[in-house]
């Protein structure tokens, strides 16, 4: 036999089997009663126990309803039964039942106050569960919150490191663009503006768009980077159509419904502003916005040292008094070049300049008086020297000029103009000197003391074969202008 075969009847045939047997009981009953036999009085005991056993086995098998009416059916059939014959057994069996169906009727109400209470403990339990599944996906979405703030500021860390080993502004500007608009998303562009000093107005120094957006045309920001530049204050728009501090809610160039803006603090003041747009309204958050500024707090800290880097390097390579470069980085820059132009087969020239009569001119009118010459003599090489040249202090009053593919001809010419140059402007600065002062030298139709120079040419490879030998051949054309008279230049 299969173990379905096995299984206890469906509810509904067993119900429908003892309602039945109350019947068939109840009828037996009226039987006995109706033919009133010596021999039926066994019979009727009979079905009065087997009418209470129906009475217990209907609460327990019928609902409470169907229960009352078949035992209250039983019960007046019994009675009935009892009243008709006058048998003392059937009085008992049906104190009996009676019992029964109130012991089974309480204890029926008992189990249903139980279900009642149990019904509630699983809705207090399942109301508990719903609970407990809200705290725990709030917990999943505070940890996910956490692990993406988490994140974030590993990835900060990470800027920082990156930062602090660059000195060109340019790359950490592109760096501070690539990484706002890579880690903060849903932008369709990231703009980074400095303020340009001599205009006194934001320019664009870098940006990143959307592959499908044309190119930036805003050169200078908008109303919300000169906001953010005003203020000084970092800004987050959700929706710009609602917010009455900005008027226009489209660009000319694209759609912006969405920004946020830091301002690029360093010192006191707002050097520039980094700002993400979106044309989604709500696109940004709090997080992105402290993200943001922390990102350009990292950017300014670095932006100021490749600053103070390049302040350094400047400072390590100019002569303070002239601004000219320095003995040392021009002897690089000359090796370098006559490395080129020997690979290249190509010429160099260099000039040796030096001021006549210094130690003349700084004793009658001061050391102060012969730096004022030494800076007019560099201004002089600054208008003079062509854009690709270099000019130096090599020392005291010697200066030299570096001329990268010039032919000796043409650095002959450079060194005519310079030395016309420095004896017409400086001769009229010379006239301001005190009268007392006014002794030795003088130039014709000027009044004080005329400032000229002595330059020496040499070329390579025609002259020198090496960078030092150069300075060398130079050196001693600048002496052999001094003994030919001064104020001369020798290329030979």
Avoid at 121 to 150: C, N, P, S
Avoid at 351 to 372: P, Q, S, W
Wanted: proline content about 3%.
């Amino acid at each position: 036999m299969t173990p379905l075969s096995l299984a206890a009847p469906p509810m509904r045939l067993m119900r429908a089997s003892a309602a039945a047997a109350v019947l068939v009981v109840c009828g037996g009953l009226l039987a006995v009663v109706l033919t009133q036999g010596a021999a039926q009085a066994s019979l009727a005991h009979s079905l009065a126990l087997l009418a209470v056993a129906l009475c217990a086995y209907g609460w327990v098998l019928f609902p409470t309803a169907g229960a009352a009416v078949a035992s209250l059916l039983l019960l007046v059939c019994l009675s009935w039964a009892w009243a008709a014959l006058q048998l003392g057994q059937l009085g008992l069996d049906l104190t009996a039942g009676a019992l029964l169906v109130a012991v089974a009727a309480y204890k029926r109400r008992g189990r249903a106050r139980w279900h009642q209470r149990m019904a509630q403990v699983l809705d207090d339990l399942e109301e508990e569960r719903f609970v407990k599944q809200q705290a725990l996906a709030l917990a999943g979405q505070t940890r996910e919150t956490l692990q993406k703030k988490y994140e974030r500021y590993a990835q900060l860390q990470a800027i920082a490191e990156q930062l602090s080993s660059m000195t060109e502004p340019a790359a950490i500007a592109k760096l501070a663009v690539d990484r706002a608009y890579d880690l903060i998303g849903k932008s369709e562009a990231c703009l980074l503006f400095l303020v340009d000093a001599e205009a006194q107005e934001l320019s664009l120094f870098a940006s990143r768009k959307a592959e499908s957006l044309s190119a930036v045309r805003a050169k200078h920001g908008d109303q919300f980077d000169r906001y953010v530049l005003r203020t000084h204050r970092p800004l987050l728009v959700n929706d710009v159509r609602r917010d009455f501090r900005f008027t226009v809610a489209v660009a000319g160039e694209r759609t912006v419904s969405s920004v946020i803006a830091c301002p690029l603090m360093m010192g006191e003041g707002a050097e520039g502003v980094l700002r993400l747009d979106s044309a989604r309204p709500g696109a940004y958050n709090q997080d992105d916005l402290r993200f943001l500024d922390v990102l350009l707090d990292l950017v300014a800290t670095a932006l100021m040292n490749a600053k103070l880097f390049a302040q350094t390097q400047r400072l390590a390579s100019t002569d303070g008094l002239t601004g000219l470069a320095l003995r040392r980085p021009f002897l690089e820059q000359l090796a370098r070049e006559v490395t080129r132009a020997g690979r290249g087969r190509d010429e160099v020239s260099l000039l040796m300049l030096d001021v006549d009569h210094f130690k003349e001119y700084n004793d009658t009118y001061g050391h102060r008086a012969g730096d004022m010459v030494l800076r007019a003599i560099a201004d002089v090489l600054r208008q003079v020297v062509p854009p690709d040249g270099l000019a130096a202090r090599y020392g005291g009053e010697e200066f030299a000029i570096l001329l990268p593919r010039a032919k000796r001809l043409q650095a002959g010419d450079v060194a005519e103009r310079i030395r016309r140059a420095v004896e017409q402007q400086l001769a009229v600065r010379g006239a301001a000197a005190p009268a007392q002062h006014r002794s030795g030298p003088q130039r014709p139709g000027r009044n004080g003391r005329a400032v000229t120079v002595s330059i020496g040419v040499a070329s390579f490879p025609h002259d020198a074969k090496a960078g030092l030998e150069l300075v060398r051949v130079a050196d001693q054309r600048l002496y052999q202008a001094k003994r030919d008279g001064r104020n001369l230049v020798c290329a030979q």
